[in-house]
Protein backbone atom coordinates (compact mmCIF):
# COMPACT_ATOMS: atom_id res chain seq x y z
CA UNK A 1 0.00 0.00 0.00
CA UNK A 2 1.51 3.59 -0.92
CA UNK A 3 1.32 5.92 1.68
CA UNK A 4 1.08 9.58 1.13
CA UNK A 5 2.58 11.79 3.09
CA UNK A 6 2.26 15.56 4.32
CA UNK A 7 5.68 17.40 4.09
CA UNK A 8 7.75 19.09 6.90
CA UNK A 9 8.00 22.94 6.68
CA UNK A 10 11.29 24.61 8.04
CA UNK A 11 10.97 28.16 9.17
CA UNK A 12 13.54 30.35 11.69
CA UNK A 13 14.65 27.49 14.34
CA UNK A 14 11.72 25.94 13.69
CA UNK A 15 10.73 22.35 12.63
CA UNK A 16 6.44 21.88 11.29
CA UNK A 17 5.65 18.14 10.99
CA UNK A 18 2.67 17.94 9.48
CA UNK A 19 2.23 14.44 9.30
CA UNK A 20 3.32 13.38 12.42
CA UNK A 21 1.45 17.23 13.52
CA UNK A 22 4.35 17.92 15.75
CA UNK A 23 6.19 22.03 16.42
CA UNK A 24 9.97 21.35 17.00
CA UNK A 25 12.37 23.65 17.97
CA UNK A 26 16.17 22.48 18.13
CA UNK A 27 14.65 19.02 18.21
CA UNK A 28 12.67 19.45 21.18
CA UNK A 29 8.78 19.44 21.16
CA UNK A 30 6.58 22.61 21.15
CA UNK A 31 3.29 21.35 23.01
CA UNK A 32 -0.29 22.96 21.12
CA UNK A 33 -3.27 22.24 21.06
CA UNK A 34 -5.03 20.81 18.00
CA UNK A 35 -6.78 23.84 16.43
CA UNK A 36 -3.52 26.16 17.47
CA UNK A 37 -1.45 23.24 15.54
CA UNK A 38 -4.24 23.58 12.78
CA UNK A 39 -3.90 27.38 12.72
CA UNK A 40 -0.09 27.29 12.38
CA UNK A 41 0.12 25.00 9.40
CA UNK A 42 -2.30 27.21 7.34
CA UNK A 43 -0.61 30.43 7.89
CA UNK A 44 2.60 28.38 6.91
CA UNK A 45 1.20 27.21 4.10
CA UNK A 46 0.24 30.35 3.07
CA UNK A 47 3.42 31.93 4.15
CA UNK A 48 3.32 35.64 2.59
CA UNK A 49 0.20 35.83 1.96
CA UNK A 50 -2.82 37.74 3.61
CA UNK A 51 -5.89 35.46 4.98
CA UNK A 52 -9.29 37.11 5.95
CA UNK A 53 -10.26 35.59 9.22
CA UNK A 54 -13.14 34.53 7.91
CA UNK A 55 -10.71 32.07 5.00
CA UNK A 56 -8.43 31.07 7.81
CA UNK A 57 -11.36 30.67 10.22
CA UNK A 58 -12.82 28.48 7.56
CA UNK A 59 -9.93 26.41 7.09
CA UNK A 60 -8.76 25.70 10.55
CA UNK A 61 -12.86 25.13 11.73
CA UNK A 62 -14.66 23.86 8.75
CA UNK A 63 -17.59 22.19 9.76
CA UNK A 64 -18.43 24.41 12.83
CA UNK A 65 -19.58 27.57 13.63
CA UNK A 66 -17.03 29.62 15.91
CA UNK A 67 -16.35 33.26 16.80
CA UNK A 68 -13.71 35.77 16.09
CA UNK A 69 -11.95 35.57 19.73
CA UNK A 70 -11.31 31.94 19.31
CA UNK A 71 -9.25 32.74 16.58
CA UNK A 72 -7.42 35.67 18.46
CA UNK A 73 -6.98 33.56 21.35
CA UNK A 74 -5.16 30.55 18.90
CA UNK A 75 -2.49 33.53 17.43
CA UNK A 76 -1.73 34.85 20.77
CA UNK A 77 -1.09 30.94 21.85
CA UNK A 78 0.90 30.72 18.80
CA UNK A 79 2.94 33.88 19.49
CA UNK A 80 3.96 32.61 22.81
CA UNK A 81 4.69 29.26 21.48
CA UNK A 82 7.07 30.73 18.83
CA UNK A 83 8.61 33.61 21.37
CA UNK A 84 7.55 36.23 19.34
CA UNK A 85 7.19 39.82 21.29
CA UNK A 86 3.70 41.12 21.58
CA UNK A 87 4.37 43.64 19.12
CA UNK A 88 6.43 42.19 17.44
CA UNK A 89 6.11 40.52 13.91
CA UNK A 90 8.40 37.77 13.42
CA UNK A 91 6.13 35.51 12.33
CA UNK A 92 2.84 36.50 12.57
CA UNK A 93 1.23 39.99 11.44
CA UNK A 94 -1.94 41.04 12.28
CA UNK A 95 -3.68 43.15 9.37
CA UNK A 96 -5.87 45.55 11.59
CA UNK A 97 -9.68 44.55 11.17
CA UNK A 98 -8.51 42.18 8.36
CA UNK A 99 -6.84 38.92 9.52
CA UNK A 100 -3.20 37.55 9.12
CA UNK A 101 -0.34 36.92 7.74
CA UNK A 102 2.75 34.91 8.15
CA UNK A 103 6.07 36.78 7.20
CA UNK A 104 8.67 34.65 8.05
CA UNK A 105 10.73 32.85 4.82
CA UNK A 106 9.40 29.32 4.71
CA UNK A 107 11.07 26.01 3.26
CA UNK A 108 9.43 22.82 2.29
CA UNK A 109 12.39 20.69 3.01
CA UNK A 110 10.63 16.83 3.23
CA UNK A 111 7.98 14.63 1.66
CA UNK A 112 8.58 12.25 3.84
CA UNK A 113 7.80 11.92 7.67
CA UNK A 114 10.26 12.77 9.81
CA UNK A 115 11.43 10.12 12.11
CA UNK A 116 12.21 11.96 14.90
CA UNK A 117 10.50 11.72 18.14
CA UNK A 118 8.39 10.49 21.04
CA UNK A 119 6.56 12.96 23.08
CA UNK A 120 5.97 11.71 26.57
CA UNK A 121 2.70 13.28 28.33
CA UNK A 122 3.29 13.15 31.45
CA UNK A 123 -0.40 14.85 31.94
CA UNK A 124 -3.35 15.37 29.72
CA UNK A 125 -5.38 18.33 30.79
CA UNK A 126 -9.06 17.32 29.49
CA UNK A 127 -11.83 20.17 29.18
CA UNK A 128 -15.56 19.11 28.70
CA UNK A 129 -16.91 21.54 26.18
CA UNK A 130 -20.17 23.12 25.86
CA UNK A 131 -19.67 23.51 21.74
CA UNK A 132 -17.01 24.34 19.57
CA UNK A 133 -16.77 27.85 20.17
CA UNK A 134 -15.31 27.79 23.30
CA UNK A 135 -12.44 25.23 22.18
CA UNK A 136 -9.15 25.19 24.49
CA UNK A 137 -6.99 21.86 24.47
CA UNK A 138 -3.82 22.60 26.55
CA UNK A 139 -1.13 19.58 26.52
CA UNK A 140 1.78 19.37 29.05
CA UNK A 141 4.76 18.34 27.85
CA UNK A 142 6.98 15.56 29.42
CA UNK A 143 10.09 14.07 28.67
CA UNK A 144 11.26 13.78 24.80
CA UNK A 145 13.57 11.30 23.26
CA UNK A 146 14.98 11.60 19.87
CA UNK A 147 15.39 9.32 16.74
CA UNK A 148 12.50 6.97 17.76
CA UNK A 149 11.23 4.54 15.11
CA UNK A 150 7.95 5.62 13.18
CA UNK A 151 6.46 2.69 14.70
CA UNK A 152 6.84 3.33 18.01
CA UNK A 153 5.29 7.18 17.62
CA UNK A 154 2.08 5.69 15.40
CA UNK A 155 1.47 2.89 18.42
CA UNK A 156 1.61 5.34 21.18
CA UNK A 157 -0.36 7.79 19.47
CA UNK A 158 -2.89 5.21 19.54
CA UNK A 159 -2.68 4.93 22.94
CA UNK A 160 -3.25 8.03 23.73
CA UNK A 161 -6.19 8.72 21.09
CA UNK A 162 -7.87 5.66 22.91
CA UNK A 163 -7.31 6.83 26.38
CA UNK A 164 -8.67 10.42 25.31
CA UNK A 165 -11.73 8.93 23.71
CA UNK A 166 -12.16 6.90 26.74
CA UNK A 167 -12.08 9.88 29.26
CA UNK A 168 -14.86 11.17 27.15
CA UNK A 169 -17.09 8.73 26.53
CA UNK A 170 -16.74 8.50 30.90
CA UNK A 171 -17.42 12.21 30.99
CA UNK A 172 -20.25 12.18 28.22
CA UNK A 173 -23.41 13.59 29.47
CA UNK A 174 -21.84 15.68 32.54
CA UNK A 175 -20.88 19.05 32.79
CA UNK A 176 -17.30 19.39 33.84
CA UNK A 177 -16.95 22.54 36.52
CA UNK A 178 -13.17 23.52 36.06
CA UNK A 179 -11.40 24.82 38.50
CA UNK A 180 -8.29 26.16 38.33
CA UNK A 181 -4.24 26.36 40.57
CA UNK A 182 -4.55 27.94 43.67
CA UNK A 183 -2.45 30.48 42.39
CA UNK A 184 -5.12 32.63 40.60
CA UNK A 185 -5.10 35.21 42.86
CA UNK A 186 -6.12 38.51 40.53
CA UNK A 187 -7.87 38.73 37.15
CA UNK A 188 -9.05 41.37 34.84
CA UNK A 189 -12.02 41.84 32.70
CA UNK A 190 -11.19 43.29 29.55
CA UNK A 191 -13.93 44.88 27.60
CA UNK A 192 -16.14 42.53 25.60
CA UNK A 193 -15.82 42.50 21.30
CA UNK A 194 -18.42 42.76 18.73
CA UNK A 195 -18.50 39.20 17.04
CA UNK A 196 -19.39 41.31 14.17
CA UNK A 197 -17.28 44.74 14.02
CA UNK A 198 -19.90 46.52 13.15
CA UNK A 199 -22.33 45.47 15.48
CA UNK A 200 -19.80 47.70 17.69
CA UNK A 201 -21.55 49.36 20.89
CA UNK A 202 -18.52 50.51 23.09
CA UNK A 203 -21.42 51.48 26.39
CA UNK A 204 -22.12 48.03 26.03
CA UNK A 205 -18.78 46.48 25.61
CA UNK A 206 -17.54 48.47 28.50
CA UNK A 207 -20.81 47.72 30.47
CA UNK A 208 -20.59 44.15 30.00
CA UNK A 209 -16.82 44.04 31.72
CA UNK A 210 -18.27 47.07 34.60
CA UNK A 211 -20.73 44.29 35.93
CA UNK A 212 -18.67 41.31 36.19
CA UNK A 213 -16.07 43.26 37.79
CA UNK A 214 -18.44 44.69 40.47
CA UNK A 215 -20.39 41.21 41.36
CA UNK A 216 -16.69 39.54 41.49
CA UNK A 217 -15.72 42.17 43.50
CA UNK A 218 -18.05 40.52 46.48
CA UNK A 219 -15.28 37.95 46.18
CA UNK A 220 -12.63 39.09 48.57
CA UNK A 221 -9.76 36.72 48.19
CA UNK A 222 -9.42 38.03 44.49
CA UNK A 223 -7.68 41.14 43.45
CA UNK A 224 -9.97 42.59 40.36
CA UNK A 225 -8.51 45.23 38.10
CA UNK A 226 -11.37 48.40 37.98
CA UNK A 227 -13.03 49.21 34.51
CA UNK A 228 -10.47 52.35 33.93
CA UNK A 229 -7.52 49.74 34.24
CA UNK A 230 -8.68 47.64 31.23
CA UNK A 231 -10.40 49.96 29.03
CA UNK A 232 -7.75 50.73 26.92
CA UNK A 233 -7.63 46.99 26.00
CA UNK A 234 -11.05 47.59 24.11
CA UNK A 235 -11.06 46.50 20.19
CA UNK A 236 -10.94 44.02 17.57
CA UNK A 237 -7.77 43.08 17.63
CA UNK A 238 -7.14 43.13 21.69
CA UNK A 239 -4.53 40.37 22.77
CA UNK A 240 -6.07 38.88 26.23
CA UNK A 241 -2.25 37.38 26.78
CA UNK A 242 -0.45 40.68 26.48
CA UNK A 243 -3.39 42.85 28.39
CA UNK A 244 -3.08 40.31 31.12
CA UNK A 245 0.76 40.50 31.18
CA UNK A 246 0.35 44.18 31.18
CA UNK A 247 -2.19 44.21 33.95
CA UNK A 248 -0.10 41.91 35.62
CA UNK A 249 -2.87 39.59 36.99
CA UNK A 250 -2.50 35.56 36.72
CA UNK A 251 -5.38 35.43 34.42
CA UNK A 252 -7.59 37.04 32.48
CA UNK A 253 -11.93 37.21 30.93
CA UNK A 254 -12.50 37.84 27.92
CA UNK A 255 -15.89 37.93 25.86
CA UNK A 256 -17.87 38.81 22.67
CA UNK A 257 -21.15 39.66 22.29
CA UNK A 258 -23.79 39.08 18.96
CA UNK A 259 -27.05 41.51 18.53
CA UNK A 260 -29.23 39.67 16.62
CA UNK A 261 -32.57 41.54 16.56
CA UNK A 262 -34.33 41.81 20.56
CA UNK A 263 -31.73 39.11 21.46
CA UNK A 264 -28.35 39.26 22.28
CA UNK A 265 -25.89 36.46 22.79
CA UNK A 266 -22.42 36.15 25.07
CA UNK A 267 -19.81 33.99 25.27
CA UNK A 268 -17.18 34.13 28.12
CA UNK A 269 -13.56 32.35 28.75
CA UNK A 270 -11.89 32.36 31.55
CA UNK A 271 -7.38 32.01 30.40
CA UNK A 272 -4.50 31.65 32.41
CA UNK A 273 -1.69 34.15 31.19
CA UNK A 274 1.21 32.43 32.04
CA UNK A 275 0.01 29.73 29.86
CA UNK A 276 -2.68 30.75 27.57
CA UNK A 277 -4.68 27.60 28.82
CA UNK A 278 -8.40 27.96 29.15
CA UNK A 279 -10.14 27.15 32.47
CA UNK A 280 -13.59 28.19 31.67
CA UNK A 281 -16.37 29.06 28.98
CA UNK A 282 -19.32 29.27 28.47
CA UNK A 283 -22.35 31.13 26.66
CA UNK A 284 -25.66 32.32 26.93
CA UNK A 285 -28.64 33.84 25.04
CA UNK A 286 -30.66 36.40 26.68
CA UNK A 287 -33.32 39.37 25.68
CA UNK A 288 -30.90 42.01 25.08
CA UNK A 289 -32.47 44.25 27.18
CA UNK A 290 -31.93 41.74 30.04
CA UNK A 291 -28.18 42.51 31.28
CA UNK A 292 -29.24 41.51 34.67
CA UNK A 293 -29.70 37.73 33.13
CA UNK A 294 -26.77 37.72 31.67
CA UNK A 295 -24.36 38.68 34.38
CA UNK A 296 -25.97 36.37 36.59
CA UNK A 297 -25.24 33.22 34.11
CA UNK A 298 -21.61 34.05 34.39
CA UNK A 299 -20.90 35.35 37.24
CA UNK A 300 -21.50 32.60 39.95
CA UNK A 301 -19.55 29.90 37.97
CA UNK A 302 -16.73 32.40 37.17
CA UNK A 303 -16.19 32.72 40.55
CA UNK A 304 -16.12 28.99 41.47
CA UNK A 305 -14.17 28.49 38.71
CA UNK A 306 -11.81 30.95 40.33
CA UNK A 307 -12.35 29.97 43.88
CA UNK A 308 -14.08 26.30 44.52
CA UNK A 309 -14.75 26.78 48.16
CA UNK A 310 -17.23 30.03 48.16
CA UNK A 311 -18.50 30.81 51.61
CA UNK A 312 -21.84 31.45 52.14
CA UNK A 313 -21.49 35.40 52.24
CA UNK A 314 -19.66 35.39 49.49
CA UNK A 315 -22.50 33.43 47.22
CA UNK A 316 -25.19 36.03 48.76
CA UNK A 317 -23.04 38.58 48.20
CA UNK A 318 -22.74 37.16 44.27
CA UNK A 319 -26.67 36.83 43.98
CA UNK A 320 -27.25 40.13 45.24
CA UNK A 321 -29.08 42.35 43.10
CA UNK A 322 -29.33 46.39 43.53
CA UNK A 323 -32.02 46.26 41.26
CA UNK A 324 -34.44 44.06 39.58
CA UNK A 325 -35.16 46.52 36.92
CA UNK A 326 -33.38 45.40 33.81
CA UNK A 327 -33.67 48.90 31.93
CA UNK A 328 -32.81 50.46 35.01
CA UNK A 329 -29.73 48.33 35.51
CA UNK A 330 -28.64 48.76 31.44
CA UNK A 331 -28.92 52.80 32.19
CA UNK A 332 -26.76 52.54 35.29
CA UNK A 333 -23.91 50.67 33.30
CA UNK A 334 -24.17 53.21 30.57
CA UNK A 335 -24.17 56.00 33.65
CA UNK A 336 -20.96 54.01 34.82
CA UNK A 337 -19.28 53.95 30.82
CA UNK A 338 -19.76 58.02 31.05
CA UNK A 339 -18.20 58.20 34.48
CA UNK A 340 -15.01 56.66 33.38
CA UNK A 341 -14.28 58.39 30.58
CA UNK A 342 -13.18 60.77 33.18
CA UNK A 343 -13.60 64.34 31.83
CA UNK A 344 -15.93 66.75 32.69
CA UNK A 345 -17.94 66.75 29.49
CA UNK A 346 -18.72 62.81 29.79
CA UNK A 347 -19.58 63.34 33.62
CA UNK A 348 -22.20 65.51 33.38
CA UNK A 349 -23.61 62.84 30.59
CA UNK A 350 -23.25 60.05 33.18
CA UNK A 351 -26.18 62.46 35.43
CA UNK A 352 -28.69 61.99 33.46
CA UNK A 353 -28.27 58.16 33.19
CA UNK A 354 -27.93 57.67 36.55
CA UNK A 355 -30.85 60.09 37.06
CA UNK A 356 -33.07 58.28 34.48
CA UNK A 357 -32.26 54.74 36.29
CA UNK A 358 -33.73 56.48 39.82
CA UNK A 359 -36.73 57.12 38.42
CA UNK A 360 -37.30 53.86 37.39
CA UNK A 361 -35.88 52.48 39.96
CA UNK A 362 -36.45 54.88 42.89
CA UNK A 363 -34.88 52.28 45.59
CA UNK A 364 -31.63 51.42 43.55
CA UNK A 365 -28.49 51.99 45.36
CA UNK A 366 -26.01 51.57 43.24
CA UNK A 367 -27.67 54.42 40.94
CA UNK A 368 -27.48 56.95 43.99
CA UNK A 369 -23.85 55.29 44.41
CA UNK A 370 -22.80 56.63 40.61
CA UNK A 371 -24.58 59.64 41.05
CA UNK A 372 -22.43 60.55 44.33
CA UNK A 373 -18.90 59.54 42.15
CA UNK A 374 -19.89 61.96 39.72
CA UNK A 375 -20.20 64.55 41.81
CA UNK A 376 -17.11 63.71 43.00
CA UNK A 377 -15.69 64.12 39.99
CA UNK A 378 -17.30 67.37 39.05
CA UNK A 379 -16.39 68.99 42.16
CA UNK A 380 -12.59 68.21 42.18
CA UNK A 381 -12.24 69.17 38.84
CA UNK A 382 -14.76 72.33 38.89
CA UNK A 383 -14.17 73.28 42.50
CA UNK A 384 -17.87 73.51 43.39
CA UNK A 385 -19.46 73.90 47.04
CA UNK A 386 -22.64 73.04 46.01
CA UNK A 387 -21.40 69.98 43.67
CA UNK A 388 -19.97 68.40 47.58
CA UNK A 389 -23.66 68.89 49.50
CA UNK A 390 -25.22 66.88 46.56
CA UNK A 391 -22.71 64.31 46.59
CA UNK A 392 -23.47 64.30 50.58
CA UNK A 393 -27.56 63.96 49.72
CA UNK A 394 -26.83 60.78 47.21
CA UNK A 395 -23.61 58.81 49.00
CA UNK A 396 -26.38 59.37 52.10
CA UNK A 397 -29.37 57.97 50.04
CA UNK A 398 -27.36 55.08 48.54
CA UNK A 399 -25.75 54.03 51.91
CA UNK A 400 -29.52 54.05 53.60
CA UNK A 401 -30.85 52.06 50.50
CA UNK A 402 -27.73 49.17 50.40
CA UNK A 403 -25.38 49.88 53.06
CA UNK A 404 -22.93 47.15 51.48
CA UNK A 405 -21.66 49.21 48.83
CA UNK A 406 -18.15 50.56 49.17
CA UNK A 407 -18.53 53.51 46.38
CA UNK A 408 -20.92 55.63 48.47
CA UNK A 409 -19.17 55.53 51.76
CA UNK A 410 -15.49 56.26 50.19
CA UNK A 411 -17.39 59.43 48.50
CA UNK A 412 -18.95 60.57 51.98
CA UNK A 413 -15.44 60.33 53.30
CA UNK A 414 -14.44 62.50 50.46
CA UNK A 415 -17.41 65.14 51.46
CA UNK A 416 -16.34 64.93 55.58
CA UNK A 417 -12.77 65.74 55.22
CA UNK A 418 -12.83 68.70 52.54
CA UNK A 419 -16.22 70.78 53.72
CA UNK A 420 -17.01 69.37 56.95
CA UNK A 421 -13.55 68.93 58.14
CA UNK A 422 -14.96 65.91 60.29
CA UNK A 423 -11.63 64.09 60.40
CA UNK A 424 -12.56 61.13 62.58
CA UNK A 425 -15.58 60.65 60.84
CA UNK A 426 -13.97 60.51 57.44
CA UNK A 427 -11.63 57.90 57.99
CA UNK A 428 -14.56 55.85 59.40
CA UNK A 429 -16.02 55.86 55.59
CA UNK A 430 -12.86 55.66 53.94
CA UNK A 431 -12.35 51.92 56.45
CA UNK A 432 -15.73 51.56 55.62
CA UNK A 433 -15.54 51.06 51.80
CA UNK A 434 -12.04 49.39 52.08
CA UNK A 435 -13.82 46.64 54.55
CA UNK A 436 -16.42 46.39 52.27
CA UNK A 437 -14.12 46.33 48.62
CA UNK A 438 -10.31 45.80 50.19
CA UNK A 439 -10.13 45.83 46.21
CA UNK A 440 -11.51 49.47 45.53
CA UNK A 441 -8.52 51.31 44.31
CA UNK A 442 -10.35 54.68 44.64
CA UNK A 443 -11.15 53.84 48.21
CA UNK A 444 -7.13 53.46 49.30
CA UNK A 445 -6.35 56.25 46.56
CA UNK A 446 -8.41 59.10 48.23
CA UNK A 447 -7.83 57.78 51.84
CA UNK A 448 -3.78 58.35 51.31
CA UNK A 449 -4.68 61.59 50.36
CA UNK A 450 -6.74 61.74 54.00
CA UNK A 451 -3.99 60.40 55.60
CA UNK A 452 -1.62 63.09 54.23
CA UNK A 453 -4.35 65.80 55.20
CA UNK A 454 -3.67 64.85 58.88
CA UNK A 455 -0.03 64.53 58.77
CA UNK A 456 0.41 60.54 58.51
CA UNK A 457 2.67 61.37 55.40
CA UNK A 458 4.73 57.46 55.56
CA UNK A 459 1.11 55.57 55.67
CA UNK A 460 -0.32 57.86 52.95
CA UNK A 461 2.27 56.48 51.14
CA UNK A 462 1.47 53.00 51.89
CA UNK A 463 -1.86 53.20 50.86
CA UNK A 464 -1.15 55.29 47.42
CA UNK A 465 1.18 51.94 46.72
CA UNK A 466 -1.71 49.68 48.23
CA UNK A 467 -3.89 51.48 45.53
CA UNK A 468 -1.20 50.77 42.78
CA UNK A 469 -0.93 47.02 43.27
CA UNK A 470 -4.62 47.43 42.71
CA UNK A 471 -4.71 49.21 39.70
CA UNK A 472 -0.90 49.72 37.80
CA UNK A 473 -1.95 51.34 35.10
CA UNK A 474 -4.32 54.37 36.24
CA UNK A 475 -3.19 57.91 35.38
CA UNK A 476 -4.80 59.44 38.99
CA UNK A 477 -2.78 56.86 40.73
CA UNK A 478 0.67 56.78 39.35
CA UNK A 479 0.36 60.17 39.42
CA UNK A 480 -0.89 60.48 43.15
CA UNK A 481 1.52 58.16 44.84
CA UNK A 482 4.33 60.19 43.12
CA UNK A 483 2.84 63.22 44.99
CA UNK A 484 2.56 61.43 48.09
CA UNK A 485 6.29 60.80 48.09
CA UNK A 486 6.48 64.49 47.07
CA UNK A 487 5.25 65.49 50.17
CA UNK A 488 7.15 62.94 52.18
CA UNK A 489 10.46 64.22 50.90
CA UNK A 490 11.01 61.25 48.94
CA UNK A 491 12.24 63.67 45.71
CA UNK A 492 14.28 60.81 43.90
CA UNK A 493 11.60 58.45 44.39
CA UNK A 494 8.66 61.19 43.34
CA UNK A 495 10.93 61.74 40.15
CA UNK A 496 11.27 58.10 39.62
CA UNK A 497 7.34 57.44 39.65
CA UNK A 498 6.77 60.30 38.27
CA UNK A 499 8.89 58.88 34.94
CA UNK A 500 6.95 55.80 35.24
CA UNK A 501 3.89 57.36 35.10
CA UNK A 502 5.30 59.13 32.10
CA UNK A 503 5.92 56.10 30.10
CA UNK A 504 2.50 55.16 30.31
CA UNK A 505 1.23 58.71 29.34
CA UNK A 506 3.50 60.34 27.49
CA UNK A 507 1.74 63.71 26.85
CA UNK A 508 0.52 64.15 30.27
CA UNK A 509 1.78 67.59 32.02
CA UNK A 510 1.39 66.61 35.46
CA UNK A 511 4.11 64.05 36.18
CA UNK A 512 6.72 66.28 34.41
CA UNK A 513 4.88 69.29 36.92
CA UNK A 514 5.74 66.70 40.52
CA UNK A 515 9.34 66.57 38.61
CA UNK A 516 9.92 70.07 38.80
CA UNK A 517 8.47 70.56 41.94
CA UNK A 518 11.00 67.95 43.51
CA UNK A 519 13.66 69.63 41.87
CA UNK A 520 12.84 72.68 43.77
CA UNK A 521 12.54 70.74 47.02
CA UNK A 522 16.37 69.97 46.02
CA UNK A 523 16.77 73.16 45.20
CA UNK A 524 17.61 72.85 41.73
CA UNK A 525 15.43 75.91 40.79
CA UNK A 526 16.49 76.99 36.85
CA UNK A 527 15.85 72.87 35.72
CA UNK A 528 12.38 73.60 37.34
CA UNK A 529 11.86 77.15 36.30
CA UNK A 530 12.21 75.81 32.56
CA UNK A 531 10.50 72.65 33.13
CA UNK A 532 7.42 74.86 33.49
CA UNK A 533 7.97 77.15 31.13
CA UNK A 534 8.29 74.52 29.16
CA UNK A 535 4.82 72.93 30.02
CA UNK A 536 3.16 76.54 29.52
CA UNK A 537 4.76 76.79 25.78
CA UNK A 538 2.73 73.41 25.37
CA UNK A 539 -0.74 74.19 27.26
CA UNK A 540 -3.25 76.71 28.03
CA UNK A 541 -1.61 78.49 31.34
CA UNK A 542 -4.17 76.53 33.92
CA UNK A 543 -3.61 78.34 37.49
CA UNK A 544 -2.06 75.18 39.12
CA UNK A 545 1.48 75.29 36.33
CA UNK A 546 0.72 79.14 36.81
CA UNK A 547 1.29 79.01 40.94
CA UNK A 548 4.19 76.87 40.86
CA UNK A 549 5.77 79.16 38.39
CA UNK A 550 5.06 82.28 40.13
CA UNK A 551 6.70 80.60 43.51
CA UNK A 552 9.72 79.48 41.00
CA UNK A 553 10.15 82.75 40.17
CA UNK A 554 9.91 84.63 43.24
CA UNK A 555 12.45 82.14 45.08
CA UNK A 556 14.76 82.65 42.38
CA UNK A 557 14.74 86.08 43.23
CA UNK A 558 12.66 87.20 40.34
CA UNK A 559 9.82 88.70 41.83
CA UNK A 560 8.40 91.10 39.27
CA UNK A 561 8.11 88.04 37.12
CA UNK A 562 6.34 86.52 40.41
CA UNK A 563 4.07 89.49 41.08
CA UNK A 564 2.71 89.25 37.23
CA UNK A 565 1.52 85.88 37.52
CA UNK A 566 0.35 86.71 40.76
CA UNK A 567 -2.31 89.48 39.53
CA UNK A 568 -2.91 87.34 36.36
CA UNK A 569 -3.91 84.76 39.23
CA UNK A 570 -6.08 87.47 40.92
CA UNK A 571 -8.06 88.26 37.33
CA UNK A 572 -8.48 84.34 36.94
CA UNK A 573 -10.29 84.20 40.08
CA UNK A 574 -13.30 87.08 39.43
CA UNK A 575 -14.10 85.21 36.48
CA UNK A 576 -13.53 81.35 37.18
CA UNK A 577 -12.83 78.99 40.78
CA UNK A 578 -8.97 79.34 41.69
CA UNK A 579 -8.07 77.15 44.57
CA UNK A 580 -7.09 79.39 47.22
CA UNK A 581 -3.84 76.89 47.81
CA UNK A 582 -2.59 78.03 44.59
CA UNK A 583 -3.30 81.54 45.72
CA UNK A 584 -1.49 80.91 48.79
CA UNK A 585 1.60 79.41 47.04
CA UNK A 586 2.50 82.95 45.27
CA UNK A 587 1.37 85.17 48.18
CA UNK A 588 3.54 82.97 50.33
CA UNK A 589 6.73 83.34 48.16
CA UNK A 590 6.38 86.81 47.74
CA UNK A 591 5.96 87.42 52.03
CA UNK A 592 2.86 88.86 51.67
CA UNK A 593 1.27 86.69 54.49
CA UNK A 594 -1.33 89.10 55.52
CA UNK A 595 -3.36 88.77 51.80
CA UNK A 596 -2.42 84.34 52.11
CA UNK A 597 -4.18 84.25 55.49
CA UNK A 598 -6.94 86.60 54.47
CA UNK A 599 -7.45 84.09 51.89
CA UNK A 600 -7.21 81.23 53.89
CA UNK A 601 -9.85 82.54 56.27
CA UNK A 602 -12.46 83.69 53.49
CA UNK A 603 -12.05 79.91 51.88
CA UNK A 604 -12.90 78.72 55.33
CA UNK A 605 -16.00 80.12 55.48
CA UNK A 606 -16.91 79.69 52.05
CA UNK A 607 -16.18 75.94 52.69
CA UNK A 608 -13.77 76.03 49.43
CA UNK A 609 -13.21 72.12 49.13
CA UNK A 610 -9.44 73.06 47.64
CA UNK A 611 -8.52 74.56 50.96
CA UNK A 612 -7.52 71.58 52.87
CA UNK A 613 -4.52 71.05 49.78
CA UNK A 614 -2.43 73.71 51.94
CA UNK A 615 -1.65 71.39 55.08
CA UNK A 616 0.72 68.54 52.97
CA UNK A 617 2.80 71.11 50.55
CA UNK A 618 6.14 71.64 51.35
CA UNK A 619 6.46 74.78 49.84
CA UNK A 620 4.29 76.40 52.39
CA UNK A 621 6.54 75.44 55.41
CA UNK A 622 7.47 79.07 56.05
CA UNK A 623 3.78 80.25 57.05
CA UNK A 624 3.84 77.28 59.69
CA UNK A 625 5.32 79.03 61.98
CA UNK A 626 3.46 81.99 61.54
CA UNK A 627 0.94 82.19 64.94
CA UNK A 628 -1.63 82.44 62.26
CA UNK A 629 -1.65 79.20 60.74
CA UNK A 630 -2.42 77.51 64.22
CA UNK A 631 -5.28 79.25 63.93
CA UNK A 632 -6.13 78.24 60.87
CA UNK A 633 -5.83 74.38 61.97
CA UNK A 634 -8.09 75.36 64.86
CA UNK A 635 -10.79 76.47 62.36
CA UNK A 636 -10.36 73.11 60.67
CA UNK A 637 -10.40 71.42 64.04
CA UNK A 638 -6.50 70.23 63.33
CA UNK A 639 -5.13 71.96 65.83
Known amino acids: MVQHYKPTYEFGPFLLDANERLLLKGGQPIALAPKAFDTLLVLVQNSGHALEKDELMKAVWPDSFVEEVNLAHNISVLRKALGQDEGGIRFIETLPRRGYRFVAAVRQISGQPSALLVHEHQSIVIEQEEDVSATSDVARPGKSRIDMRVGIVSLLATIALLGMVALYLLNAGTTKEPTVQPEI ?42 LGSVRRFAGPEQDSIGAGRELKVDAVIE ?11 VTVRLVRVADGAGLYSDKTDHPSSDLLAVQDRFTEMIARALVPALTGEERQRLARHSTDNPKAYELYLTGRYFWNKRNDEAIKKSFEYFEQAIKLDPNFGLAYAGLADSHVALGVSLPSTEEFIKLKEAAEKAIALDGSIAEPHAALGVYLDRIDFDWQAAEREFKRAIELDPNYATAHQWYAIYLEFVGRLEDAVAEDKRALELDPTSLVINTSLAERLLHAARNDEAIEQSMKTLELYPDSTSPRGLIAQAHIQMGLLERAIGEYEKILAQDDPGPAVLAALGHAYAIAGQKERARKITRQLEAMSKSQHVSVHFLALVYASLGETDKLFGALFRAIQQKDPTLVAVLPDRRLDPIRKDPRYQEFLRRIRLA
Open 255 to 265: GSFHKSGERIR
Open 185 to 226: HSIAVLPFKPLIADDGDEALEMGLADSLITRLSSVRRLAIRP
